[in-house]
């Protein structure tokens, strides 16, 4: 319960922060840059050293290359289906296939079942999600 109010009370600190004036219009780049260059990789050094790697993290580190391969198909069949364009058919594969599972899915982890499974998270996220995008994702959006 504690992180809803904290998740609350940073969005609402957000909005007041933004509307008064005091932040840059540049802020949100400034902070996911910080987010994406220092924290990330913090946070990943911490938990994954905690893993204890065995063949049941296979599974969970592929299901990100399972959804994104089901989400091509479909949206492939649907695109041919439905006469959409390459960049439209695309660009379905690449939301509708990927997950956001830095931003979201790991303070969605450590709500929902505890700082003990971040690592988990984080293995999904770096050998599933972002592994997925930067190899197949960005040739799907080069295509």
């Known amino acids: 319960m504690n992180n809803y109010v ?7 600190f957000g909005v007041l922060l933004r ?18 260059h220092i924290s990330l990789p913090a946070l990943t050094l911490t938990y994954v050293h905690g893993l204890t790697l065995n063949a049941k993290l296979i599974l969970p580190a592929l299901m990100a290359w399972v959804m994104f391969a089901l989400g091509c198909g479909f949206f492939w069949l649907a695109g041919r289906a439905l006469g959409f364009s390459k960049a439209t058919t695309g660009g379905l594969m690449l939301t509708g296939g990927l ?18 499974y971040l690592g988990l998270g984080i293995l999904i996220d770096q050998l599933g ?3 997925v995008l930067s190899t197949l994702g960005i040739l799907v959006a080069s295509l």
């Open 129 to 131: 999600s972002y592994f």
């Open 19 to 36: 509307r008064s004036g005091r932040l840059p219009a540049n802020a949100a780049a400034s902070l996911n840059g910080f987010v994406v």
């Open 6 to 12: 904290l998740l609350a009370a940073c969005i609402l």
């Open 99 to 116: 997950a956001n599972t830095s931003f979201i899915g790991l303070p969605m982890i450590e709500t929902f079942y505890g700082p003990q």
